[in-house]
């Protein structure tokens, strides 16, 4: 079992920084690739980015590729988020998400039904 908490959300204005955190309890969160999905008011849930077990590899969508960068520190259980040049339609909550390592065979999904464990979510607002 796995659970995860993320922090950091806000609100900021067009063009800010923000990085969100996503801790995790337990002993094995080097097993597990991590996630961060967002949904915003009306809209289905979307894929933000993803990374691999050991930090290797990552995937990104088109829509935040460059702008947004995840990371994680396997030592302190946590994943990060760092996001740049945000924009209004960055405004969602952010939910990161935990999958097993050996199901994806090491590498990374975009494909939220591959996840195992979800946060509560973090509210992120960009004003323009």
């Known amino acids: 079992q796995v659970q995860l908490v993320e922090s950091g959300g806000g609100l900021v204005q067009a063009g800010d920084s923000l990085r969100l955190s996503c801790a995790a309890s337990?002993?094995?969160?080097?097993?597990?690739?991590m996630g961060w999905f967002r949904q915003a008011p009306g809209k289905e849930r979307e894929f933000v980015a993803a990374?691999?077990?050991?930090?290797?590899?990552?995937t990104y969508a088109d829509s935040v590729k460059g702008r947004f960068t995840i990371s994680r520190d396997n030592a302190k259980n946590t994943v990060y988020l760092q996001m740049n040049s945000l924009k209004s339609e960055d405004t969602a909550v952010y939910y990161c998400?935990?999958?097993?390592?050996?199901?994806?065979?090491?590498?990374?999904?975009?494909?939220?039904?591959?996840?195992?464990?979800w946060g509560q979510g973090t509210q992120v607002t960009v004003s323009s």
């Open positions: 998400a935990a999958a097993q390592a050996h199901t994806l065979m090491g590498l990374t999904t975009t494909r939220g039904s591959k996840y195992d464990y």
């Open positions: 337990g002993r094995t969160f080097s097993s597990y690739a």
């Open positions: 990374i691999s077990w050991s930090g290797g590899i990552t």
